[in-house]
């Protein structure tokens, strides 16, 4: 089975590096590893480039989550399963790409996604978000189980995921221009269309992120933007107002047992969430200059 792994990259620093050390100790093979660097100026193209990486940039083109990676594998078409991740999740150990990979055994799986593990010295709250979407348990998950999981039946990321070629090319690969999400419209395409897919709690990278409040504001934001834009994710698999209560608890209870102190920040957290958010779901009313100073992903307002 011949295997191509892409990474976005912009400014890796020392995250990069250790992704490339971790690469370097893997058990699979990979055909070909492909950098879309979108103009690092911290070493980063030097970096992949003395590593064996084929290197594209943007070609004038603004990044685009789905785009950018779309044109990293039309260029390099040529493997049975395409790796995605990103300058930040590093391999939790040398067997992670071929675990995520053994999904693939099962002819119906079109896609698949590893488990993400917080980066050591990461917070309290991101140790719960890690734990909480990401379980210790594998899934294989179909059309057939939206009603158990709802909107969480094409929870993925493509912080580390993989994509069967023959499935990929079924529904046309990643959309262009949504503001983020483009593997959850690309997991959804691919049940619609009668492909399973399997979160692989074998196959662990560490990525995690310690945002501020008001990141978290423009990160929802972004988020109730693109499900504006893809109300059919709605119609399909249900909202995520229930899964947010669900969080919103797991979270209280997890602080409250380690370090009560965090509680104000998570309030806060959850406020800054709430409202960004449902101003997301509302952007069409808001004035331009409003929508990209909300914006956690600022270049898909020009």
Known sequence: MKVNL????????QRFLKLVEALAQQTLPLQTRVVIDSGSTDGTIEA???????????????????????????RYPDADI???????????NPSALANIVQAFTDPQVGMAYGRQLPHPGATLLERHARQFNYPEETQVRGLGDAQKYGIKTISCSNSFAAYRRAAFEKVSGFPLGTIMGEDVITAGKLLLNGWKMVYAADACVYHSHDYRIREEFERYFDIGVFHSDNRWIFDTFGRAGSEGVRYAKSE????????PLYLPKVLCSFAAKWLGYKLGLSYRSLPPRLRKAFSMYKGYWK
Do not use: K, W
Not at 6 to 13: D, F, Q
């Open 82 to 92: 395409y790796i995605l991740l990103t300058q930040d999740a590093v391999p939790a």
């Open 252 to 259: 209280i209870n997890y602080v409250s047992r380690r370090n």
């Open 6 to 13: 892409y990474i976005p990259t912009l400014n890796g620093g």
């Open 48 to 74: 992949a480039t003395a590593c064996g990486f084929e290197v594209m940039g943007l070609d004038g083109n603004g990044f685009d989550h789905g785009g950018t990676r779309q044109s990293a594998i039309a």
